[in-house]
Structure formats: structure tokens, C-alpha cells
T-cell receptor
């Protein structure tokens, strides 16, 4: 059974801090790993990673994948209160799981002013 | 439309009733997915359509749940004889194909069974 585990489950920081969110996975036929940000409603797509060691970057957010050790990290630098959200990691696996995403439980990030 | 649209945004009904949840994907997206999210958890896969056909329905919890996509665009998730345990947010997502494309989510329908 495909499995995705995120850590920490929750994190409280102050504006300006840097945070690192972790995602480890066990799947039979890995295709890609995705990060989403979920505030009140829809998960919003952040990154999709398919290759090891290639950093994806968007503003203050960046992410990297290690396919040998089966994990990914999401970094947020100079955090702002608007970064407060649940961050979800998901894996798209092939084989019989083709097409569906398996999600982790999420990391709840709270950024205080 | 610009994004995935789901209706209704909230649905409250009594145990034993029938409900239908609607999803209108991003225009041109051929793949459509339904997920269910309980409080404090990540979304859980229910069913995936490629075009009009259900390519994978392995996540549907039992035969009270059914989904259709008759014209390859709008999809309806149908739940018969609802139970209190069906209460959750039902999320729909779409993507531009079966290749490695990101899925884009709607705001979900919050279903509450009394």
C-alpha cells in the first residue's frame, strides 16, 4: 500500500523565520511528488517534482526531491502571516495506482506577526 | 471556467437520504478525480475518470457511492442511503491528461449528515 508521511504535523513560527517541511514516501511505482497549500478550501498547487536533486523555486518557496532516500522537503524563507496554512505532500504512483494521488496528513504551519 | 467549480458548497441532510455532488472541471481537462477529506487528514482518493469512463474506482468505500461523467466534462458523485460517517469535504480535481500533469482542485462540497 502506498504511504506518505509528513513531519512535523504542526509548526508555529514568527514572521521572518525559515521553515523546512518534510515528506517521506513508500510507493511501488513512483511517478511524481507534489506539494499543495491549503488555506480555507481548495488545495493550491505549488510544485511537482519528478527528478532527484533538482530544486524547484517560486519566490520564497523552494522544494527538492531525493528519490534514493525517498523524501522531499519544502522550504519557506522569510515567512509571512499569509504563509499560515496546511501544507500537503502527495505522491502520484504508477501501476495500478496510475492517476491517483496519495496524500500525507499535512503540516499545519502558523506564522505569528 | 477559470478553475474547478463544485456545487453545492455546503450540503446538510438527514441520515438515509440521497445526495448528489457536482463538479465542473477546468475547460479542456480530460482527467477528473474525486477525493474525500476528513477533518485533520489529507484528501483520500475515491475515483478517477479519463474522459467518460472510470479508469480507477478503487477508492469508493462501498456500493452506496457512485460517480458518472456522461459527456466527459461535468461529473456527479452520488451517495445513497447516507450515513453520519459520510460527513466530510468532497474535493474534485482535474488535470490536462494522463501524463504527469498536476491536479488542480475545486473548493469542495462540505457534506454534513445529521
Amino acid at each position: 500500500e502506498d504511504k506518505v508521511v509528513q513531519s512535523p504535523l504542526s509548526l508555529v513560527v514568527h514572521e521572518g523565520d525559515t521553515v523546512t517541511l518534510n515528506c517521506s514516501y513508500e510507493v511501488t511505482n513512483f511517478r511524481s511528488l507534489l506539494w499543495y497549500k491549503q488555506e480555507k478550501k481548495a488545495p493550491t498547487f505549488l510544485f511537482m517534482l519528478t527528478s532527484s536533486g533538482i530544486e524547484k523555486k517560486s519566490g520564497r518557496l523552494s522544494s527538492i526531491l531525493d528519490k534514493k532516500e525517498l523524501f522531499s522537503i519544502l522550504n519557506i524563507t522569510a515567512t509571512q502571516t499569509g504563509d499560515s496554512a496546511v501544507y500537503l505532500c502527495a505522491v502520484n504512483a504508477g501501476g495500478t495506482s496510475y492517476g491517483k494521488l496519495t496524500f500525507g496528513q499535512g503540516t499545519i504551519l502558523t506564522v505569528h506577526p | 471556467g477559470a478553475g474547478v467549480s463544485q456545487t453545492p458548497s455546503n450540503k446538510v441532510t438527514e441520515k438515509g437520504k440521497y445526495v448528489e455532488l457536482r463538479c465542473d472541471p477546468i475547460s479542456g481537462h480530460t482527467a477528473l478525480y474525486w477525493y474525500r477529506q476528513s477533518l485533520g487528514q489529507g484528501p483520500e482518493f475515491l475515483i478517477y475518470f479519463q474522459g467518460t469512463g472510470a479508469a480507477d474506482d478503487s477508492g469508493l468505500p462501498n456500493d452506496r457511492f457512485f460517480a458518472v461523467r456522461p459527456e466527459g466534462s461535468v461529473s456527479t458523485l452520488k451517495i445513497q442511503r447516507t450515513e453520519r460517517g459520510d460527513s466530510a469535504v468532497y474535493l474534485c480535481a482535474s488535470s490536462s491528461g494522463t501524463g504527469n500533469q498536476p491536479q488542480h482542485f475545486g473548493d469542495g462540497t462540505r457534506l454534513s449528515i445529521l
